[in-house]
């Protein structure tokens, strides 16, 4: 699972039949992470933070294989401490 911030939505020109009517969010992963596409099954806004799940756990949540990212969780707080180099 990935912690990450909603910053957009995705419109797809041609999408895979079984992905059709499924709402697609552009995710950044936190902190400094990079941006990831995931299904939305929450109908979440952008500018929420959002747990999102990858690989066989999306294609789980979703029950489409093609899928490798999918939020599952809507977050109200995190406290996430900035990294040092």
Known sequence: MVLGEVV???WADRILTPL????????RV???G????????LNVGV???????????AAAVTGEAT??????ALVADADVAPTTT
């Open 67 to 72: 899928v490798d990212a999918a939020v599952v």
């Open 30 to 32: 936190r902190p400094d």
């Open 34 to 41: 990079p941006d990831l596409v995931a299904v939305d099954p």
């Open 8 to 10: 957009g939505k995705v």
């Open 47 to 57: 500018g929420t933070t959002v747990l999102v799940v990858t690989d066989e756990a």
């Open 20 to 27: 059709q009517g499924r709402r697609l969010v552009l995710v």
